[in-house]
């Protein structure tokens, strides 16, 4: 890819400090962090869809929130057509061109507004329009949205899930944005519904050359709706690339044990947690050292927890980076001993 981004997120960090104490600092003691983002980046161009997938808890969320300046940064960078957000004083014209859709929209709407209020209020907040013309402009998202204008004094109570998220995007959409962080828009919503809104937000990605961020846990989702893919873990990016590379030639252990958990269509086998691997997910207060994964990798050795692994291209195609050392034809990792059984998943392809 040649052209410049539309979103470019450079070593994003969000920490969350928990224990911040007079007392420990006047003894020297850091203060302790859980680093839910820690040094991510990537591109987003225009029109595209790039997909942020990995377990609960991973940061992919804090991810999309911190980059949309919901959440204040602790460091890194993020360019939106050029621009460093979290250096602009003033916001408006990104908040403009920069929308979310969030999981739950039973929570995500206020319940005391009716359909209407809760689509009008950006119109309200930027003052756009004649108060006339906000309420065209709400009947127009409503019906677009596959709403009707005739339910604009609804509440959120009074629609089903699905049309709840519909109100969420219609709400989304009513300052004309660029860019769209879509948090996990379909998980709360049934299968039969979740086809629906995805059909709808590739229909408006169409009409109006939206870019966006889809974050989702679940891949065959992710497949369905995305250009190219993300893998996060534990607070880190471990691969990205076009989604059927992803799906077919995965380069990254994780990505191939998330592939693993993908439910099965032809079997109807329904989704499962990520069972393929060893161990609990490592605690992102004290994440293990090297490579993250090192704990749960069935093919980790010495070097993986020394050494941090960066995104080596997979196959040789810079578009599909790998945060493992098995990408490098003449690592060290290929003379160095597996990891002590203790510190190891008990089924270790080094030993056979
Ligand atoms: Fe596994 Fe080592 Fe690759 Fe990390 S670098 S994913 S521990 S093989």
Redesign the pocket.
Known sequence: MTDDPLVRVEDLRKYYYERDSLTDRLLGKEPESVQAVDGVSFDIYEGETLGLVGESGCGKSTTGETLLDLREPTGGAVYFDGENVFERDDLTSFRERAQVVFQDPFSSLDPRMTAGEIVREPLDVHGIGTKADRNERVAELLERVGLSAGQVDRYPHEFSGGQRQRVGIARALALEPEFIVCDEPVSALDVSVQAQILNLLEDLQDEFGLTYLFIAHDLSVVRHICDRVAVMYLGEI?EVGPVDEIFENPG???TEALLESVPRADTGEQGREVETLAGDVPSPRDPPS?????TR?????E???E?D?EGYAVDGDADHR??????VEDHE?WSSPPLDADDRPAEHPADN
Request: glycine content about 4%; proline content about 12%; hydrophobic content about 35%.
């Open positions: 471990v990254h252990p994780y090297g490579c993250r994964f090192h990798c069935p093919y980790a050795r070097v993986c927890a050494a692994p790998a945060a493992c050392f098995r990408r990792y």
